[in-house]
């Protein structure tokens, strides 16, 4: 029961100014009110009335109490994961993650900074995942203040499990602006559950066939997992489905914002967004309640100028210029995370929507609470512990992997000619690490930390990852890691996808090169990159034909054997020839030329510490389906993929990729292909959980209130891969689109290693037969039938 | 023995103390003895676990620890990464 405000209120405003979650409103000299729907039952208000005027929930009056009574976190450093959790729910700035004590320092911690800001609601303590956090009176120890919090949780009876809780989504059409509330049935939401699974499956119902990606009949979902926003690892990550705009068939874009989890707090789990504003608009989403509001203040303004004039309390989800002229890889950007791949920008941009956002307090959904807890502290203390997640992540990002990939030929070089650059260090994780890094950060609830934090000016932004590395350096010929930086922050900034403005200026470069198109741009040659990235999200001049990717370009000049696209997305910074199985993976991808999507094999194959024989099609196509599902299911959840990167035991990386063992296992794992198939076929009968497996199975069950197995968590991702083939399948797109350019399948990338070649038409059988799909890549009625996918 | 340049990254350069040195080796098992001979068992444990590469080409591509080397080459010791 919230607070309430009684008539012998003066109207002082003492209350609306300290309130944590901005839910007391009025005018000075009349009584205030509190909305019900939006307190916390903090007590912050009770705390500060002159007047006695505030009643709570029991009845009960709370007394005045004096600023420096008020209670205070007090943050045991040790078990804090600087997961940022406490930060971002704290409105009113007292907290922050502490600066590291030298260059490359990981372990941090939040700290209450700025104590005098602090109003002792403690909802930094309500949402510490770990019990990091303790509300104790002001200047208690951790000690004391952990254990005055240990009392209060013991006072309260222990929680049962609350059942199941169907996800609410809202469907808003842009052309009327009416609104209605989507709840998922129960059969729905137990077999697609939510992310990009269950968007695929509404994105078949929803969308009529054959309407085009930017018509104003496209249908965009934005949604949540069931473990967005709950506390467990990684678990920011939320999800957009739409059509592609290149491809026409499906699109789905990931995205590590705010948006996601406070989507949920703000009380819906998914929106489904139809129709075309007339002019310029935003969506405000808050306790509830969504307005259509008119954004033409906010048109042309980049995504960090739109970001700073929307309400400061709400998580927000914006396009940039590149969105509101359609480049094909526009993305949409919440904080600093961009749901980059696929065009979403250039969908929301065609809907005239430049912003939703989102502010609420209700709490997330979990099934069985208590349990839940229990079980995240086990996940993240392993998360934390696993060599991978708790020490290379941190320590270089996804940035480690340039050098890696570059001792192994799978660094993309000069439009993918080649898999090695000899100084490609120059724009490695290490250098980044060593001379440009100012601190890690983090998506919010993640302890993995994987983020870069660097400098472009006097300004810290995010750094590049991996894929921007490799295809804005060595890809491009560029070994300048400043300028790289920069290009990361105006694709930012902008709202682009860094890995198809990379690879579509890649290509356009090659015509250069071959005397087919000059735009202005060569390899080697950084002086025009800069102002080229603004032309593309302007669309300016010629470069308004690269801001339509390399698919297109390949159309109108020809080069389609070396336009390194699958689907009309340009490839990641894995080159295929040397992890035939990622080729395979980037081929199959319901979304194109994505690693993730297309099951990221390459970290079994050329840059994790397993090799499992890189240039040989044995075993991948049962390898590449079976990880696809498994991603499939974890993004589904909720969960960023780095989050399943424990699955390769901490031993192997203790032993190192040169040991025997290692060796060996990588070698004999070419002969696992039966077993692996064997395991997608058989997969519910996989009943057990294991942290050391798929941690994210038994936090779905706990948290849905759901059986979820290994084997069901699997089965999902096999259902999520077919429904989202069988909207590509329905939309037109038909055999030969799982394809990959020529300059890959038939070049060799190494003039004597007959082997440097991607397999792919040897593989791609297998695949299908595995899938128990037809020859032109469509599931049989067969496989839909035991899914239980209705067409 | 030829003359090799050996580069250290990460938690080695801070164990053996220095960034890059040049050590008399005929093959990555000589740099590994020399590492266990000057900078101890964990030093050398560390090593062995890491990527290695001879002239930026990892040595799982080559003859592993048997791979030789010659005068002016350069063999690096980088950390596993991860990422996607």
Request: with cysteine; hydrophobic share 40%.
């Amino acid at each position: 029961m919230s607070y309430h405000i009684s008539d012998t209120c003066i109207g002082c405003s003492a209350c609306a100014l300290n309130c944590p979650v901005f839910a007391i409103d009025g005018a000075r000299g009349e009584r205030f009110h509190i909305n019900g729907k939006r307190c916390v039952s903090c007590g912050v208000c009770g705390r500060v009335c002159p007047q006695g005027a505030i009643t709570a929930g029991d009845g009960s009056v709370p007394e005045r109490v004096k600023k420096t009574e008020w209670p205070r976190p007090v943050i045991d450093s040790e078990a804090c994961t600087a997961c940022g959790l406490c930060r971002d729910i704290c409105t009113k700035g007292a907290l922050r993650i502490a600066a590291p004590k030298f260059r490359g320092d990981i372990h941090v911690a939040a700290e209450l900074s700025e104590p005098a800001k602090c109003v002792g609601c403690g909802l930094c303590a309500k949402i510490c995942p770990v019990g990091a956090v303790a509300v104790g009176d002001n200047g208690a120890s951790v000690a004391e203040a952990t254990v005055a919090a240990k009392k209060r949780k013991m006072a309260k009876p222990a929680g049962k499990p609350a059942g199941l809780r169907l996800p609410v989504y809202a469907h808003i059409d842009l052309s009327t602006f009416s609104v209605d509330i989507v709840e998922i049935s129960e059969a729905c939401f137990r077999k697609y559950i939510g992310g990009k699974t269950l968007a695929a499956r509404l994105l078949l119902d929803y969308l009529p066939r054959g309407a085009g990606a930017l018509d104003p009949a496209a249908v965009v979902i934005i949604n949540t997992g069931p473990l967005n926003g709950t506390g467990a690892p990684s678990t920011s990550r939320f999800n957009m489905t739409f059509k592609h705009v290149v491809s026409g068939g499906i699109a789905s874009s990931n995205c590590g914002g705010a948006f996601g989890m406070m989507l949920k707090r703000a009380g819906y789990d998914g929106l489904i967004i139809t129709g075309r504003a007339e002019a310029p608009s935003r969506i405000e989403i808050t306790d509830g309640d969504i307005r259509l509001l008119p954004a033409d203040e906010l048109w042309g303004l980049d995504v960090e100028e739109t970001q700073e004039k929307l309400p400061a309390h709400h998580a927000k989800f914006v396009i940039g210029p590149a969105g509101e002229n359609g480049v094909v890889y526009a993305g949409v950007v919440s904080g600093e995370r961009i749901a980059g791949r696929c065009g979403g920008g250039a969908v929301l941009g065609s809907k005239n929507l430049k912003a939703l956002t989102c502010y609420g307090t209700r709490p997330v959904f979990i099934s069985d609470r208590e349990n839940f807890g229990v079980f995240i502290r086990r996940w993240v203390d392993f998360v934390r512990s696993h060599p991978m997640t708790g020490e290379a992540l941190p320590r270089y990002g996804s940035a480690g992997l340039v050098n890696k990939a570059n001792t192994n030929f799978a660094m993309p070089t000069h439009n993918f000619k080649r898999g090695h650059d000899a100084e490609a260090d120059a724009v490695s994780g290490e250098t980044l690490a060593e001379t440009k890094l100012e601190r890690n950060g983090a998506c919010v609830s993640c302890p993995i930390r994987c983020e870069r934090r660097v400098k472009v000016g006097d300004r810290e932004v995010k750094g590049p990852e991996y894929e921007t590395l490799g295809l804005f350096g060595p890809n491009i010929e560029n070994r300048d890691l400043d300028l790289i930086i920069e290009l990361n922050y105006l694709c930012d900034i902008y709202g682009m996808d860094t890995i198809s403005c990379a690879g579509s200026i890649a290509f356009a470069m090659e015509l250069a090169e071959r005397g087919v198109k000059d735009f202005g741009v060569k390899f080697g040659d950084g002086g025009e990159l800069k102002d080229l990235i603004r032309r593309i999200a302007l669309r300016e001049g010629e470069a308004a034909e690269i801001a339509n990717g390399s698919k297109w370009l390949a159309a109108k000049y020809g080069g389609e054997d070396y336009a390194i696209h699958s689907k009309g997305l340009e490839l990641a910074a894995y080159e295929p020839r040397a992890s035939v199985g990622m080729g395979l993976g980037y081929a199959t991808s319901n979304r194109g030329g994505c690693h993730l999507n297309g099951g990221y094999t390459a970290l079994f194959e050329s840059v994790g510490v397993l090799s499992i024989v890189p240039q040989s099609p044995r075993s991948k196509a049962a390898l590449t389906v079976f990880m696809q599902d498994s991603l499939e299911a974890v993004s589904a959840a909720g969960c960023c993929l780095f989050s399943a990167q424990t699955i390769v035991p901490a031993a192997l990386y203790r032993l190192g990729p040169n040991h025997a063992v290692t060796r060996f296992i990588g070698k004999a794992a070419a002969s696992f292909g039966p077993v692996i198939q064997l395991l997608v076929k058989a997969a519910p009968v996989l009943k057990l959980n294991s942290l050391y497996l798929m941690p994210h199975a038994e936090a779905l069950a706990l948290a849905t209130g759901m059986k979820v197995t290994t084997g069901s968590f699997i089965e999902l991702g096999e259902r999520s891969y077919n429904v989202e083939r069988l909207f590509s399948v329905r939309e037109g797109q038909g055999a030969g689109a799982d394809s990959l350019p020529r300059r890959l399948t038939d070049e060799r990338q190494r003039a004597g290693d007959k082997h440097s070649v991607v397999p792919l038409a040897k593989m791609l059988r297998s695949y299908y037969r595995i899938r128990g799909w037809d020859e032109s890549g469509a599931p049989k009625a067969r496989i839909l039938r035991r899914l239980k996918i209705e067409t | 023995m030829s003359k090799v340049t050996v580069k250290y990254r990460s938690g080695l350069a801070e164990t053996v103390g220095k960034t890059e040195e040049i050590i008399p080796a005929d093959s990555v098992a000589d740099v590994l003895k020399y590492i266990k001979a000057n900078y101890g068992r964990d030093a050398y444990r560390t090593a062995r676990a890491m990527v290695i590469a001879v002239n930026e080409v990892g040595i799982l591509k080559l003859r592993v620890f048997k791979t030789a080397l010659e005068d002016g080459d350069v063999v690096q010791f980088l950390p596993i990464a991860g990422g996607g």
